[in-house]
């Protein structure tokens, strides 16, 4: 890895600061070789820049499958190759369920964290999130185990979900099979994976199962028929400098998928939107949820509601660290291995894991 990426790593780790917004206190993580604010990320706007030359924009009149091959990002194993992995087939309700486990090198019995990726409910799969779950692993010194559920539209919810809380109940109830301690598991997730983290910790909660001791949701989407209960979006929101046209195009794109993921996910049943699985901040009791740390980037139309959830949560009672990467746009994990900030975050997922697991609360 490039001397310079190194250090950009190590402002991050280093160089924040605390802020707090409608009396929810936000870690905010500047671009660590930048001192302006109100732009994006060097990166970011070199990817942007590409982007909009070849004409890669997210398109949501193209097909389906068109537009799962363009999800995804060539990104890099940025671990020291120690890693290992393993394929596997677990039995759930709506059938098999191929999931793939990343081990540290260690030989031990060790906490465990699922990983649900992100794509909309339609689209990703374990290959994009191999780089960034082993990243994980190795910080963490957990086995992280992916779970390939089932995308919409030919598998509608509650399919995927319930693929999701399966394979929780399977690692807890198979713990022995990989070597992990069944009282120290958590639950991960990117964007439609981070929503999908969030309603399995609920489930896990309203059934008085107690396997999910730690949730952590990546830029996650929490409302899916954007219906805003409890809080507003609006581009006042954003800082953007120069009213910024490529940085304002990267924060309303996602504003328009609503529809989209009803059509596919909810198969156009437009009242499942509040269902408190579905959209978790529509849930009436939130309380003794596990910990959570939420992260959120910049230029994200979803940035707004995750931290109206984490809000929700903490007015809750239940601890939550929420961090926010200025100058990122929404799915920046992908770009692990480009982007310190999508491998800092790993970290962060993997400290805050262990640290939950110490002290069940944040210092």
Request: aromatic share 10%; with cysteine.
């Amino acid at each position: 890895m490039e001397k310079n990426y190194q250090e950009l790593l190590n402002r991050l780790k280093k160089e924040t600061r605390i802020i707090c917004e409608q009396g929810l206190e936000i870690m905010v993580k500047r671009i660590p070789d930048l001192e302006e604010e109100g732009v994006f990320d060097p990166r970011v706007l070199e990817v942007r820049k590409r982007e909009k030359e070849i004409n890669t924009e997210f398109d949501y009149k193209r097909t389906i499958v068109d537009i799962r091959a363009g999800m995804g990002w060539p990104n890099k194993d940025v671990t020291d190759g120690t890693i290992r992995s393993m394929g596997r087939t677990i039995q759930g309700k709506n059938g098999n369920l191929p999931v793939k486990i990343y081990i540290p090198k260690e030989d031990k019995k060790r906490p465990c964290i699922l990983f649900f990726h992100g794509g909309g409910f339609f689209g990703g799969s374990l290959k994009c999130v191999e780089n960034p779950c082993k990243c994980i692993a190795q910080y963490a010194g957990a086995a992280v185990v992916s779970v390939d559920y089932r995308l919409a539209p030919e598998h509608p919810f509650p399919q995927g979900f319930e693929d999701c809380f399966d394979a929780v109940s399977w690692v807890y109830n198979n713990s022995h099979l990989i070597n992990i301690d069944k009282e120290k598991i958590g639950v991960c997730g990117d964007s439609a994976g981070g929503n999908l983290a969030a309603v399995c910790a609920l489930k896990d909660k309203n059934s008085g199962s107690n396997m999910i001791k730690f949730q952590a949701m990546l830029y996650p989407v929490v409302d899916i028929g954007m219906l805003r209960p409890g809080y507003e979006w609006c581009m006042d929101s954003y800082c953007i400098k120069g009213g910024d046209e490529l940085i304002t195009e990267s924060v309303t794109a996602l504003g328009k998928s609503a529809d989209l993921i009803i059509g596919l996910y909810l198969n156009g049943n437009r009242e499942l939107a509040e269902n408190e699985y579905v959209s978790p901040i529509f849930a009436d009791d939130v309380s003794l949820l596990p910990p959570a740390l939420i992260v959120t980037a910049e230029y994200d139309y979803l940035r707004v509601e995750g931290e109206a959830y984490g809000k929700k949560l903490k007015e809750a009672g239940v601890p939550v660290r929420m961090i926010r990467y200025n100058g990122m746009d929404h799915a920046f994990m992908d770009k692990i291995g480009l982007y310190p900030q999508a491998e800092d975050a790993m970290r962060e997922v993997a400290e805050n894991f262990l640290r939950s697991l110490r002290k069940h609360r944040y210092a």
